[in-house]
Nanobody, 118 residues
Framework: VRPVESGGGLVQPGGSLRLSCAAS????????MSWVRQAPGKGLEWVST??????SYADSVKGRFTISRDKAKNMLNLQMNSLKPEDTAVYYC??????????????RGQGTQVTVSA
């Protein structure tokens, strides 16, 4: 039971991308969901979480990224605007153990590559 990400690609600085995450074998509404990313040569970095009726963002993306749920499609989205070269990373969608945003992340997908470059 793992999420499946899509929507990555190459974009110029200042551009936008929308990532999507599809549930496979579970219902999003019952769990907190997060986006995390890993830049080349760096560790995993938390980006954003939706759960418990709230959303939260890392300072590095606050005001530029928006996480949202599409309950009808059972999908999680990440709208990324004003992209910067330092946003280049593999982005993963992660499922938590429970609906609380403080619950542990227990599964993530294979990731989708986002490259921000001129």
């Amino acid at each position: 039971v793992r999420p499946v990400e899509s929507g990555g690609g190459l974009v110029q600085p200042g551009g936008s991308l929308r990532l999507s995450c599809a549930a496979s074998g579970f219902v999003f509404s019952a769990y907190a969901m997060s986006w995390v990313r890993q830049a080349p040569g760096k560790g995993l970095e938390w980006v954003s979480t939706s759960g418990g009726g709230s959303t939260s963002y890392a300072d590095s993306v606050k005001g530029r990224f928006t996480i949202s749920r599409d309950k009808a499609k059972n999908m999680l989205n990440l709208q990324m605007n004003s992209l910067k070269p330092e946003d280049t990373a593999v982005y993963y969608c992660a499922k938590h153990r429970a609906f609380s945003p403080t619950s542990m992340r227990v599964a993530r997908g294979q990731g989708t590559q986002v490259t921000v470059s001129a």
